[in-house]
Nanobody, 115 residues
Framework: QVQLVESGGGLVQAGGSLRLSCAIS?????????MAWYRQAPGKQRDLVAL???????NYADSVKGRFTISRDNAKNTVYLQMNRLRLEDTAVYYC????????WGQGTQVTVSS
């Protein structure tokens, strides 16, 4: 059974940094698949923040370009999201996603940016 477990969320002041981690278990194909981070703010839809392909190519939402970095460690079956220069509007629940035979989601981790 595939499971994704996020960690690293929390409360941070605007301008600060956080690093999210997502560990995936139950899949032997992690290194072959695209991984992504999404976020959902209260009352809004879930939006793509960043993704990374098996080859390491990345793509970012315009709102986070230059501030966030997605990376992966295939040996640890883990994907990361380094978030710098956080803004109030980055406050959301952040979800890890794995594009395997279907799309798998983690449980989400809250990121709150305060002024």
């Amino acid at each position: 059974q595939v499971q994704l477990v996020e960690s690293g969320g929390g409360l941070v002041q605007a301008g600060g940094s956080l690093r999210l981690s997502c560990a995936i278990s139950g899949s032997i194909f992690f290194s072959q698949n695209t991984m992504a981070w999404y976020r959902q703010a209260p009352g809004k839809q879930r939006d793509l923040v960043a993704l990374i392909t098996a080859s390491g190519s990345t793509n970012y939402a315009d709102s986070v370009k230059g501030r966030f970095t997605i990376s992966r460690d295939n040996a640890k079956n883990t994907v990361y999201l380094q978030m710098n220069r956080l803004r109030l509007e980055d406050t959301a629940v952040y979800y890890c996603a794995a594009f395997l035979e279907r799309l798998y989601w983690g449980q989400g981790t809250q990121v709150t940016v305060s002024s």
